[in-house]
């Protein structure tokens, strides 16, 4: 009996102990829950934190077509709602991740079970809830097990106050919104635009699949890296297996998209990538001081990496595309002509320098460079930095065909550089000032310079219009009116010049009389100063100057001829008032920006002002044209013509629409300009070395009309070419009861003294 009854006391004593281990542990386990959701393990989120967590969105650059150009970051994070969330993704995510996403409130006790008891080796037991948990309030977890165990409660605690506060549509766009894809796409938007090129609604099954195969271990299935391309799809197939087996999809669909590949179509979306690269730098340090400006309500600042904020700006993606194709297209080829002829240059890439003065150059450029800056900074003599740049390093370089690994050293690669010549192109609509267009150069990630707004050379014959434009306005003349083509000097007294000015034309070929019209079109710098002379440099500058153009203009004869530097941007600027009838609208670039919530901060209204009367902006247009029609642009109008096809890429050009337009080319072919306008469209296009050392040896390949117009004539052809752009090819409008006659055609084509001057394309 005393053995039964102590065998009997000692299995209630284990079951007591039983039931207080697991009492015990339960309590335990609500103590665990309830400590850490007073805060005692370390503060959680609170309510107000859980309504808006921290996101770090990206700002996002939208074009006036509806598309995204860039954007400014910390993290490449753009959010989107559930709603713009295909079902397949949706399926895929939920099918792999929480079969039992939409019946638990947060933890899945099941799962959390299986997990424990088979160590993991079936899948986790965090949901898609905890996951999201993690992500947004303490990241990767600790390796230290007692931390890890609490952060493990934290983390069931957060979600189910997540589940309380959101829905689990809500829930599943926060998560891939927050979700680090790497290579720069962060959150779903990013990802499927970087991975694939295009918006998440528009993802297909497969790629859905592939993305939320990333979820398990972004940096071990990263489909840009080679050697995991099996991986990756492999882990795409698990991911169509689940959505299988949770009848999400058909076997048959199963094992058909099984067998695709990956069928990646990458974007890389950092600051060097895209669309638009030197507007959108431009842009950044607009945005920077708007800031300073404009506080949020609370009086502190915005983030323009962090806020989310939408810049809506007026250039239209397809025009840019357009422009930086044509770009591409000719510069590569010029770039080919040009490499031919320093092959014959002893002093490549320069000319009119001595070595003296080439070791200067480059000097200069080493001291303007980072290396040598960041060096200095850090306390090297010059002896230290200059032996830096001898030294050879692994690089890459640009080259037309792509970039190229080599080694070289750092004085070698500027000089290599200073071979490359670069470009610049900016397109305005005359008559709402939108920047529709901006490349300033040729590859931003090699060339940070920018030729639109940073960069001012001297603009040739490209200047003369504005002195044509002042002595209509002020004179009344007609393109009709001749004047003779023969010398003419300025005394110096009358203008306090050092000494008398008297231009001359190229090849000094003079004689007869030329029209308005005529003498514009052949750029002829006698008639120029003549007009300059009549109507004097200082109403000249006024013009010019009430066009737009902000830079210092010497009052002086010379300008007449372009011996002023301006910007690309300025110049353009100031030709939209000639296409808008006198008024000079602003250049605009920004229509509106918002923040994260779509509360508008600010709409942009361009300024606008009247500079020439309507008839004398659409005389300036007429003689314009005649630039085209008999003039240096004539090869826009021509089947193959005698120039060479070898620089003016895309022959024939055949253009038949109106077109008002002016080359430019300076001293020695440093600078090679053309300024083409449609009555809804103008464009200026600059072309030239970094270094005005850096040209042709010859006005045939140095031209602006060669260098600079073939740009222009590609770009014009894609953009008549889509139909959805409306791009003007009409005649542009006459004002009514016109009392200025500009019905001289019958004159413009006869003179064979000019037919001899256009051949040579005069200019600067």
Known sequence: MKKKEMTNNQFSKYVKWFWFTVLGGVLTLILLFLLASWGVFGALPT?????NPEHNLASEVISIDGKTLGKYFKENRTPVKFKDLPKNLVNALVATEDERFYEHSGIDFKATFRAIVKMGKEGGGSTITQQLAKLLFHGEGSKNLP???????KEYVIAVRLEKQYTKQEILAMYLNKYDFLNQAVGIRSASRIYFGKEPKELTIPESAMLVGMLKNAS???PLRQSRKKLVRNRRNVVLHQMFKNHFISEVQKDSLQKLDLELNVNREGHSDGLATYFREYLRDFMKKWIKKNPKPDGTFYNLHRDGLKIYVTIDSRIQQYAEEAMKEHMSNLQRVFFNEQKHNRTAPFYDLDKKQIANTIEQAMKRSNRWKRMKRNGASVKEIKASFNKKYEMKVFSWKGDIDTIMSPKDSIRYYKYFLRSGLLSIEPQSGHIKAWVGGINYKHFQFDAVKQQKRQVGSTFKPFVYATAINQLNLSPCDKFPNTPYTIPKEKYGMPEDWTPVNSGEKYGGE???????????NVITAKLIDMVNPKNVVSLAKSAGIESDIPEVPAIALGSVDLSLYEMVGAYTTFANKGLRVEPMMLLKIEDKNGTVLEQFIPNSKEVLSEESAYV????????????????????????????ATGYPYEFTNPIAGKTGTTQNQSDGWFMGIVPNLATGVWVGGEDRSTHFAGITKGQGASMALPIWALYYKKLYADKSLNISQEEFEKPENLSIDVNCDDTTNTDENLKDLIDEDPEF
Do not use: H, M
């Open 220 to 222: 071990y299935f990263n």
């Open 147 to 153: 931390e890890r165990i609490l952060q493990k409660v």
């Open 620 to 647: 300036v247009i007429n003689l314009l044209e005649g630039v085209t029609e008999a003039g240096s642009g004539v090869r826009l109008r021509t089947k193959w013509g005698k120039y060479p096809d070898n620089i």
């Open 514 to 524: 030329l029209t308005l019209k005529q003498a514009l079109a052949g750029s002829v």
């Open 47 to 51: 309510f107000e934190e859980l309504e």
